[in-house]
């Protein structure tokens, strides 16, 4: 049954595990709404047309809307989560190289390791009454290293309340997008360095300094077996480099480019430029193996603030750390 305009909406829903929009859709599931108007709107969506606000396109609605009624205002924090998230997905590639994505409730966080020798990697036969070979998988020595990015809003219900709204989430989205960038420079720097359990990626020397040659992508790739490399990450002299071999320059390729956006790829490779990297270093990796995501909270909003109209230094923050699971799996090429 529809219950989306009879729900009280206070700070306290902030507080407990999970969005607003988590506890809103324990209380309205968007189940119940199948086969009506409000069909593929999910709960927090319901609220906004509850209260007619519209947040984007042309006739989207001033700040000050959300402050119309107590239960309006207590949407705002999520608005502004909503739209940092929607900033870091757009300029976020770390989908291309993480594994799995862990969510915790705490700060102290413990990853597992297997570390199998090249004679457990073969699965030899195992004669009748004879030992199965074993794979040990235990906790790392050290905790994953959480760190916690944001920015701080600043500004007062006074001089953003006449802003549209389309125009605010365009510097919310900004936001989400350096939070982004500087989670992926979180995660190269454990990629090449280790997590702090002694596993940084081993270094493969270019055949000429200062140059990147088909020969050294195809040394990257017989260096990862038995892993698969399918994501090569390069900070912006090296890209164009890899973007200048005559491998790359295909003519069917460069119809492929113009007509289609898809860039042609080293040995199938997905590449992906990554500018906060420093130049000298290219990375190749097997993303279904290499990285583990850790992350406690997802974006965060000082909602009291928000809420309250007091905006004058409410602070939005992401925290997240990485950490290896297969050591062998990550392999940089220095040029």
């Known amino acids: 049954m529809a219950n989306f305009e009879n729900i009280t909406i206070e700070k306290g829903m902030y507080q407990g595990k999970g969005s607003l929009t988590d506890v809103l859709e324990r209380l309205d599931p968007s189940e119940n709404y199948e086969g009506t108007s409000l069909e593929g709107l999910d709960a927090f969506s319901r609220q906004l047309k509850r209260f007619d606000i519209k947040v984007s396109g042309k006739g989207s609605d001033c700040v000050e809307k959300f402050f119309q009624t107590s239960n309006s205002a207590a949407l705002f924090p999520e608005y502004v989560s909503r739209a940092v998230r929607q900033g870091m997905e757009r300029a976020d590639i770390l989908p291309n190289l993480v594994a799995t994505v862990t969510d915790i409730d705490g700060m102290d966080y413990r990853s597992i390791v297997s570390a199998p020798t090249e004679d457990d990697k073969t699965l030899k036969i195992v004669g009748e009454g004879a030992t199965i070979p074993q794979t040990v998988v235990k906790t790392r020595e050290n905790l994953v290293k959480l760190h916690k990015r944001g920015r701080m809003l600043v500004a007062s219900y006074e001089a953003l309340r006449f802003q549209?709204?389309?125009?605010?989430?365009?510097?919310?989205?900004?936001?989400?997008?350096?939070?982004?960038?500087?989670?992926?420079?979180?995660?190269?720097?454990?990629?090449?360095?280790?997590?702090?359990?002694?596993?940084?990626?081993?270094?493969?020397?270019?055949?000429?300094?200062?140059?990147v040659a088909y020969s050294d992508i195809l040394k990257l790739w017989s260096s990862l077996s038995p892993y698969e490399l399918n994501t090569i990450l390069a900070p912006t002299a090296e890209m164009q480099k890899i973007l200048a071999l005559p491998q790359m320059q295909d003519s069917n390729a460069g119809l492929d480019f113009q007509g289609t956006g898809k860039m042609i790829t080293p040995l199938g490779a997905t590449l992906l430029h990554a500018p906060e990297m420093t130049d000298g270093k290219i990375i190749g990796l097997d993303k279904n193996c290499a990285l583990e995501m850790v992350q406690a909270g997802g974006v965060m909003t000082d909602y009291d603030k928000l809420i309250d109209r007091q905006l004058e230094r409410a602070a939005i923050t992401c925290t997240a750390g990485f950490s290896k699971i297969f050591t062998e799996s990550a392999k940089a090429l220095s040029c």
């Open 164 to 211: 549209r709204l389309d125009l605010f989430t365009v510097t919310l989205n900004q936001i989400g997008a350096y939070i982004a960038r500087a989670q992926l420079k979180d995660a190269i720097d454990v990629l090449l360095n280790g997590d702090g359990n002694s596993n940084a990626a081993e270094v493969i020397s270019a055949g000429t300094s200062g140059s």
